[in-house]
């Protein structure tokens, strides 16, 4: 059973900044594409970031870049994000996924039930 788990949202000051996690298992995590999408009320869910299995490419929005950090640890089977001067604009659901390929305009195999992020300004 596939699952993805995030953890590390709350409740932010605008400037401050903020680790997400996510820890995933029931597949081959090594091979996996594993990324980071978000969701504004009333907008679609968005891409945010990913990170190609077997060391592959690190992806970013360009609405998001300069401002954030992915990373993997294949030995922990986690996906992080760091988030730098976040914005209120920021606020969102934040979701981890993984997909065989990845991509940002298309949907994902996989994805957890999100953590929260909101931003005070």
């Known amino acids: 059973q596939v699952q993805l788990v995030e953890s590390g949202g709350g409740l932010v000051q605008a400037g401050g900044s903020l680790r997400l996690s996510c820890v995933a298992s029931?597949?081959?995590?090594?091979?996996?594409?594993l990324g980071w999408f978000r969701q504004a009320p009333g907008k679609e869910r968005e891409f945010v970031a990913s990170?190609?299995?077997?060391?592959?490419?690190?992806t970013y929005a360009d609405s998001v870049k300069g401002r954030l950090s992915i990373s993997r640890d294949n030995s922990r089977n986690t996906v992080n994000l760091q988030i730098y001067n976040l914005k209120p604009d920021d606020a969102a659901v934040y979701y981890c996924?993984?997909?065989?390929?990845?991509?940002?305009?298309?949907?994902?195999?996989?994805y957890g039930q999100g953590t929260q992020v909101a931003v005070s300004s």
């Open positions: 990170y190609g299995g077997f060391g592959g490419n690190i």
């Open positions: 029931g597949f081959a995590f090594r091979q996996y594409t």
């Open positions: 996924g993984a997909d065989e390929l990845g991509g940002q305009n298309r949907r994902w195999t996989y």
